[in-house]
């Protein structure tokens, strides 16, 4: 099974609100990334978690928070948004010792719209 | 810098006809190789990938791809494609260095034609 699920498939939210993007995996996989997608443009690494652990934070905001609760499972908290970060999320995975020769699983994206 | 380059933004195709989508790196490390295909409003999906050995690779859905070391290019290539080929493709590398960091093309968009 080389399945990444994310949920929810689309999401709207004001510039107020606060909202949480949901990735989870059962392949045993330790390491775990998400990916900015905006139309017509290859995915930009926001985040990366191996075991764990925050591993690589790619400046991002601070108005996005990852969180990996545990090996399967990856949050992305979202607050004060602005309309520019409507995009696709995507979550990947891969073993988790981040070797380069590891293929990353992507899941399908939820498709963000910030008012 | 590392850089990939996918050298066409688009390209258009008559249905069961041969297709090449080109990719060319540039790295002066060893690179590991890999194209994924983006359906419409979908996630990205691994076709093939090249990490050592022969330099011809060969994935799902009938594509295949070559790796030239000399020319730094990873082509991708189908000998008959279908309608639902129509997808993004993108080209990535990853660098020996065990980052986990995918470096990816700008994506090119096959339009295959009844």
């Known amino acids: 099974d080389t399945e990444v699920t994310q949920t929810p498939k689309h999401l709207v939210m004001g510039m107020t609100n606060k909202k949480s993007l949901k990735c989870e995996q059962h392949?045993?996989?330790?390491?775990m990334y998400w990916y900015k997608q905006k139309a017509k443009k290859p995915p930009e690494l926001m985040f990366v978690?191996?075991?764990?652990?925050?591993?690589i934070n790619e400046s991002v905001p601070s108005r996005f928070s990852p969180e990996c609760p545990n090996s399967s499972l990856l949050n992305l908290h979202l607050h004060a948004l602005q309309p520019e970060d409507s995009a696709l999320y995507l979550c990947?995975?891969?073993?988790?010792?981040?070797?380069?020769?590891?293929?990353?699983?992507f899941g399908p994206g939820t498709r963000l719209t910030v008012l | 810098a590392q850089s990939v380059t996918q050298l066409d933004s688009q390209v258009p195709v008559f249905e069961e006809a041969p297709v090449e989508l080109r990719c060319n790196y540039s790295?002066?490390?060893?690179?590991?190789l890999f194209w994924y295909v983006q359906y419409p409003n979908q996630g990205l999906q691994l076709l093939l990938k090249?990490?050592?050995?022969?330099?011809l690779v060969k994935g799902i859905n009938g594509f295949e791809a070559e790796f030239n070391k000399s020319q730094t290019s990873f082509h991708l290539r189908k000998p008959s494609v279908h309608i639902s080929d129509t997808a993004e493709y993108f080209c990535?590398?990853?660098?020996?260095?065990?980052?986990?960091?995918?470096?990816f093309g700008q994506g090119t968009t096959l339009q295959v034609k009844p």
């Open positions: 090249y990490l050592s050995g022969s330099t």
């Open positions: 990535a590398v990853k660098l020996s260095s065990n980052t986990g960091k995918l470096i």
């Open positions: 990947a995975s891969s073993q988790g010792d981040l070797l380069s020769t590891d293929t990353q699983y």
């Open positions: 392949m045993g996989h330790r390491a």
């Open positions: 790295s002066s490390v060893s690179v590991y």
């Open positions: 978690y191996s075991y764990e652990k925050l591993s």
